[in-house]
């Protein structure tokens, strides 16, 4: 693949029904930037409200039968298919306009979608690619499905399918994948269902929009009107499927995938799990780095602790990078499993800005307690200036907390603060605390 990010040539209109829906829909594929990732967007809505195609905007649903996205009360279903195909044309950019609720099924497979965004060309964006490389182990279980990604050079799968049906039975099927791979071993393969889930699945409102010729039906004794592509479809299409949930990590994967009976529940739970670990790997990385390129100590959050009174849920300092008398940096990994999520902004996470400006105050007050010689002192608010908001902080964000030492009396002190993600600022502002005595 390209070591620049790309995006199409020129639109893409593609026309079609939705699986689940049954509804007539057209998406329209079009260029976007660099960095803006894939975006759905909802045409037939007022205001035309945007979904990028990210992890925390991922729905878990009782039945997994495809891949929601939603915000603010807005979805765009079974977007597993197309996620796939872009990933196969190495696509990192594009606006996906939809008419309606759900993604276009055509054939079942990724082929027709991929086979009209390469009829488009594609064209360099001015940045490199992003990568998510594996750095240690990720596991995730429920009931007798599992999936694991280990580190490796190279991106593949293995995939072992196993059902108690007289013709769909075990189904092995690994491939290293890339772009020309996928196009020839994966993308043609079609989504199917068992014969006797059939009708329960359409009582429960999945596949309204599901025919023999795009959904392959499993029978007792073969596939109902219809022919395979390969003796082992279904397990490739399970392969297509895990491509496409892992393409909403926002970039693509680097590493081996050994999967056994996972869908897209499963595939969302390893997504999850392996957004959080990068915020590990990433503060292992900057870690490693600091004490390179930082002076002064280093704390954990055991000695955290010990300096602060804060606790779960209202302790917001992961670490302390670099503690000198005049400065403090510490970290704060924000992820989709903060408490406040929940509430602020749940369909449309966005860190309080309040909680910022008190992680910035909590690696203020180790700064001031340190430089007091005193760990049998607290301290609290007295005033905040000059306080500046400059652009949101969401999960996956990584807060960077530099503070730096101004007035300090017998029973005063004052700090001024930043929060930085990715060294672009966050917010700033002045602090000012009292010093008491524990």
């Not at 996906?96 to 054939?107: C, I, N, T, W």
């Not at 995730?140 to 399918?161: M, N």
């Not at 499927?241 to 590493?255: E, F, V």
């Not at 940096?329 to 929940?342: A, E, L, Q, W």
Request: hydrophobic share 45%; charged share 20%; aromatic share 6%.
């Amino acid at each position: 693949m390209s070591d620049c990010q790309q995006t199409l040539a020129k639109d893409v209109t593609i026309r079609g029904t939705g699986l689940h829906t049954g509804q007539p829909v057209t998406m329209r594929v079009l260029p976007a930037p660099a960095d803006a990732g894939i975006v759905f967007i909802r045409t037939d809505l007022p205001h035309r409200p945007a979904i990028p195609a990210l992890v925390p905007y991922a729905v878990d649903t009782s039945v997994g039968r495809r891949t929601i996205l939603a915000k603010d009360g807005v979805e765009v279903q079974t977007v597993e298919h197309f996620m796939a195909a872009l990933w196969g044309a190495g696509i990192d950019n594009a606006y996906v306009e939809l008419s309606g609720p759900e993604v276009p099924g055509l054939d079942g497979s990724a082929q027709p979608f991929l086979a009209q965004v390469q009829d488009a060309g594609l064209t360099a964006c001015p940045a490199p690619r992003k990568r998510f490389e594996v750095r240690e182990p990720v596991i995730v279980e429920a009931g007798e499905s599992c999936v694991a990604v280990f580190p490796a050079p190279e991106f593949s799968i293995a995939y072992t399918l196993s059902y108690a049906h007289p013709v769909l039975k075990a189904q092995f099927a690994a491939f290293p994948l890339n772009g020309e791979s996928f196009a020839r071993t994966i993308a043609p393969a079609r989504t199917f269902c068992l014969e006797e889930e059939a009708e329960t699945l359409r009582a429960q409102g999945f596949g309204k929009g599901s025919t023999v010729e795009n959904t392959l039906v499993i029978g007792r004794k073969g596939v109902i009107q219809n022919t395979l592509r390969f003796d082992d479809e279904c397990a490739r299409h399970k392969v297509l499927d895990l491509i496409g949930d892992l393409y909403l990590l926002g970039a693509p994967l680097q590493g081996k995938v050994v999967a056994v009976k996972s869908g897209h529940r499963v595939n969302l739970k390893l997504i999850r799990k392996l957004t959080q670990a990068r915020e590990q790997w990433r503060l292992g990385a900057l870690q490693s780095k600091s004490r390179e390129g930082l002076v002064g100590p280093q704390l954990d959050i055991t000695q955290i602790e010990k300096i602060l009174p804060h606790r779960y849920p209202f302790l917001f300092v992961d670490r302390i990078l670099s503690l000198t008398d005049t400065k403090a940096v510490g970290i704060k990994c924000v992820t989709i499993n903060d408490y406040f999520f929940r509430g602020h902004f749940p369909g449309r996470p966005i860190m309080p800005g309040v909680l910022i400006i008190e992680a910035m105050a909590q690696v203020g007050g180790i700064l001031i307690l340190n430089k007091t010689d005193s760990m049998r002192r607290l301290v609290y608010f007295m005033s905040v200036d000059k306080v500046k908001f400059r652009k949101p902080v969401v999960p996956g964000d990584q807060l960077v907390l530099e503070v730096e030492l101004g007035k300090l009396r017998a029973r005063i002190g004052q700090v001024s603060a930043k929060a930085l993600v990715d060294n672009k600022l966050v917010c700033e502002g002045e602090l000012m605390f009292a010093i008491q005595d524990e």
